[in-house]
């Protein structure tokens, strides 16, 4: 299964989010393509949620996220089996050993993280270079079922324009 099958997991995704729907904390972390989908994952939740969340880029976690780690913090690890994800397992295992919640966003039929990560969201297998935009659907639902369980309008999130003005 590709691309078709993102939406598969939804059911999956929605359960997860209503384990995590009452934090006011989250923080995604993502190495190399993964960093922009971490930074992505957390504006969606932010915006739509109003949930405090940060995208950081994971081999930086040393510098200061991981002093806010705790089990009141989840952690978003996009973690698919890539070139960098010997180093990202090793920052879930960080987290984990704070007493973190990890949801880590894996390579389809990728078993090395059960046991390890809170929850698992799979993403489909696609080109490495068109992961980052498959990685984004699964984050774009998961902030949506965050926020319709905390009874947000996602249709219309406060103080959000349509468009940006630059000047």
Known sequence: RGVEGLADGAGHIETIATKYAQVED????????????????????????????????AGEMKHGPIALIDEHMPTLAIAPRDEVFDKMRSNIEQVR????????????????????ASDIIELP????????????????????????????????????????VVE
Do not use: C, W
Not at 142 to 162: C, F, H, M, S, W
């Open 125 to 164: 297998e696609v080109d490495p270079s068109l992961t980052p935009l498959v990685s984004v659907v699964p984050l774009q639902l998961l902030a949506y079922y965050i926020a319709t369980e905390r009874g947000a309008d996602v249709d219309q999130p406060r103080n959000l324009a349509k468009t940006v």
């Open 97 to 116: 050993a704070r007493r973190g919640e990890v949801i880590a966003m894996v390579s389809r039929d990728d078993r090395s993280l059960d046991g390890i």
């Open 26 to 57: 989250f923080l995604f972390l993502g190495r190399g393509l993964g960093f922009p989908v971490a930074l992505e994952g957390a504006l969606k939740l932010k915006e739509v949620s109003y949930i405090h969340a940060e995208g950081y880029a």
